[in-house]
């Protein structure tokens, strides 16, 4: 089945993402053309529902100061939204979608109901096609890739993170690079909380009907910013219930079953964890890429005399943490038959 | 009183240091002349007590291959060692020396006993007047400086930290730069172990006449190596024993009194921690030449759900983990007249 | 005597060099009080004269989309600018001044008349004692510094010069992080312009009472922008009449006498030319901040198969190519009796 | 037709690169297994012809320091060499081959005689089937890629290029971060002189039976080292013969037929040259990688006041520049017959 896809927020730096790697897409899926750079400033009223009638359903790259009500009005108007954006992430009846993972919380959005958000009286509601799947944030996601085999063979009980991310996660002017050369900042507006949160609802189990049982062991994130160009690093620390070795660790990360084994997803890595055993790896110039961008690294797992465990781990950002993730939660969606021809087409619409 | 001193490893990253700060330093301690670069293949041989003869004690920047036969070889001869190499650290005898956290330390050198080193049947002793003083490896004197107040004022119970450290910690040639210009290390050879076990010695009791008694605290490190030139950034975090909040946390570090205070030691910097309110500070290229590199920033003092208490820290790693550390090591010695002019001079040394 | 000095733009990236450098300055010129960052937007009226009653002249940092009206007003009320902006430096009657090299040029401003810019019916005039007095762009200064003793001694024909310059002469934000951090960019919007018109006014002959007869031989530049933080870095190729040899050019620019000799000038650096021999050197991270960042060092100057001579040359592009050049402007001045207090004095103004 | 590639120094920097870029190498050459990096001093006995009987030819990433020896070693026992090294460069009667530009130097190993290197008597002639082929320095191959058309175009008659090369040149370790990192480095040993010799021999005409006659116009190279991973950036002004127009040269260039056109060389580029309009343009981080690493970026053609023609020039160091460029010279042999399967096969050598 061939689907024709749009992108909201294509000439930001998360959609160019998008249009890269959709530019090769196995399934056909179409990018559309970026808007030229003059033509950037496009007005919220541009990006409306009515412009891709021809699409089958959008990526959402925007940014999250409007991602909000554009998102919204396009469920509204039945479109399924893929969204990247942090708005409807933790929102109940939205999935915060990693496939390999929680594949099971796609069945959220047929609670999803978007009313009449265009402000034209005519209610939008999940028997209209139009919904919102969200990704997890850039430096989430591959922490939430190392956690899950950890909560499935042990138990999670509280999580460290200090992460060392990549300028790219800034998008386009972002850090200026007087901040950037010879440098490291101490600080990420939002972050924290983000990585905070987010793992509570991946790693839940959602109940029939109802809503996610989100965990709640604690988790201390310290966002720092480093001269990297794609991928964040991470030395992550764990207390975990049965109090593994560090080899029985490696073993539950290496021998995790991903949910879309055998599911033949486009997108998804042949190998979803890479375990080192150097002691030097892994590093994001030379590992961010592994699988296309969308396998997560692990190294030097040891002992940690204060949290039991401790390792390196590493993700890249704008592919498994951005636009990747997103197309993987499509390719999961279609898979499904979550997502279909819409009956009207038009034109192509790209935002 | 003016002292002669010489620099072992001289030729070095730390020992240019030594000769750097040393240059202007007003107690007019000579530092003799670098060696040029051809003669930088000297040989243990030349690196001996009786090229020193003129100097009344020598500052180590030398490699730890070598610096613990020579040191050795010095402190028996009866020349007083001021070392920042790592070999005698944890030696029982000898002081691991923070002049505004631990100055008592210093009466171990009373007890060293050097023996006969030089193999020549003449055996020094501490009468000789020869002794071994360290100071912290780089990134633990950022850290303890830190965890000095919190001892004192709440009781430290367990720490993590995570380190991004400065190119120049490695020494020149040191990190290749394919390794370092966009990208991140996840290990630094043997420098979380230093991290986990040198706090407690510094922050340890001494007896009367006995041993330094070690704190016992688990500190957990992963020590990682990061595109900066100078300065070694941390995440730290503390588990406190009276649980005290962020504001108290600052408080204590703010009002902390160096036991150097009063002593008029020339390279003790006016200010010994500048705590930031500034979420986006300390950075290192804005920071760590505060008080000239001896100056410990921190910042982002708030709570840890895991921990209790986290922040951001920052310290000069060739300043104040190196040369600069040792110099104030120094001053401390000759202000309690443990540095004393030597009977016999000849020439002053430089290996 | 001591005046007193306003900065116009002292919030700017020049404005703070500019605070930096007269913080302790010798001569104890005032630079008043940075603007906390929140009230950056200031509009044009309140950079305006009244707020700098009290200054007897003004600094300006100013951008140059402001710098022409702004600085037309302050001369015209009888203030004079020392100014960074490029908007005054090339017409007829202001200085574009580099104190060692043509320092009679100064004499332009007795002919300056900036008639009544302040449109309030009050004409300045040069009587009112309001000026404005130029330094030269950060990439042109330090090649002229070496055009000097070159014209002086061999004779110019023609210059090719490719640039590697600092990411800080693009101002802050300035040049985005993702552009910077492993790559190079070879345009700097408008650079290449002022390297090839500047150096024919500064190297120019002034006859009495008339205009600079500018030089005329080529100047073609190649603007590029590397990662390094201060510092720009040149590779120069000349063409001069009398044919000399490396040695010679060596000899020439070591034995260059500036017009400041003697003269007493705070900001004038003892070495003037610091010419390497060593091939590696002149490198920006090492070398710019030679002579407090106001020496311009050059090396490899050697045989050139197409032009006769190369070389490279770096030079501070914040400090002598900007707020230091300044300085060294007003202290000229100052000696040569053309920057005196003014009677009415009010409040430090800085905006 | 399926050869059997070895590759001499496969450890190396170069090595690795030949290894990445035939391991998907269409023609199925073999490219063995890159030694464990605990080998990596072998002796120079280990890498002896001996052990590459199996190998149809090497191609040789050797350092110079060894690659005169062992190369002619090959050569003389009967093993066709495709060299990245610059030994035989220079050398009458071997090839220095871009193969879009100057094929037909190939014929000139016909005139090849390498020989009894071994030692054992038993000299290796023309007959054997042994000989050496080169690619040019890093820099020289995207300069003469620009040289040829407009040599043909306009005749040349004067070049002046400043370089902006990347840390990768330099091999591993290579250039230490502490000079690299917010840093540029004026020298680079060696790389001028082949940039002023190299492109007069590409360049040159190749009569029946005789020698290259080389060009004679002066190329002026001042080579730099910036903060570049891959790429090398090139300031460029020329004099050409008949004085084209900005637009004249760009036609030039993006008319310029590769002599590969129709040969179907697996590593010859879609695109031979890019030529922007963009000032902004090429840049290393953005531009190097096009064509797979072997197309050519020019941009910011336009008129130079000096030389007639200035314009900014980027290739790709160790593809283009290095094992790509051998590769591609390889594919030209195959497809000419002058690299056959030999008869005697045991193993596939590495060294």
């Known amino acids: ?209 109802g809503d996610v049982q989100h965990m709640n062991f604690p988790v201390s994130a310290q966002c720092n910013r480093v001269a990297v160009i794609d991928g964040h690093l991470e030395a992550v620390s764990v207390r975990l219930t049965s109090e593994p070795s560090p080899a029985e660790v490696k073993e539950a990360l290496r021998s995790f079953t991903p949910a879309t084994d055998g599911m033949d997803l486009p997108s998804a890595p042949e190998q979803f964890m890479r375990v080192f055993e150097e002691e030097r790896f892994p590093q994001p110039r030379r590992h961010a890429g592994l699988g296309g961008g969308m396998t997560t690294s692990v190294g030097r797992v040891r002992s940690c005399p204060v949290m039991g465990i401790k390792m390196a781990l590493l993700s890249h950002n704008t592919v498994r943490g951005a636009a990747g993730g997103a197309i993987l939660n499509a390719e999961l969606l279609a898979k499904e038959g979550r997502l279909e021809p819409r009956a009207s087409r038009r034109d192509v619409g790209v935002s």
């Not at 969200?134 to 922490?143: A, D, E, H, K, R």
């Open 1 to 209: 089945m061939n689907l024709k896809a749009g992108i909201l927020g294509a000439t930001g730096a998360v959609g160019q993402t998008f249009i890269r790697l959709l530019d090769e897409h196995p399934c056909g899926w179409l990018a559309g053309t970026p808007m030229p750079e003059g033509v950037a400033g496009l007005t919220v009223q541009e990006c409306a529902p009515d412009a891709f009638d021809g699409c089958d359903f959008v990526f959402s790259g925007l940014d999250s100061t409007v991602a909000g009500q554009i998102e919204r009005a396009f469920a509204a108007a039945g479109v399924p939204v893929i969204s990247n954006a942090k708005n409807y992430r933790m929102q109940g009846d939205v999935p915060l979608l990693v496939p390999e993972i929680n594949p099971g919380h796609a069945a959220l959005i047929e609670r999803q109901s978007w009313g009449d958000a265009g402000g034209d009286g005519a209610a939008g509601t999940a028997g209209d096609g139009g919904f919102v799947v969200t990704n997890p944030n850039c430096s989430t996601v591959g922490l939430v890739c190392a956690l899950a085999p950890l909560q499935e063979a042990f138990g999670v009980e509280a999580v460290q993170v200090v992460t060392m991310q990549a300028l790219s996660g800034a998008g386009y002017p972002g850090v200026p690079s007087l901040d950037a050369v010879g440098n490291a900042l101490p600080y990420i507006g939002g972050e924290e909380g983000k990585m905070a949160s987010e793992p509570h609802k991946i790693l839940g189990t959602l109940a029939d009907g």
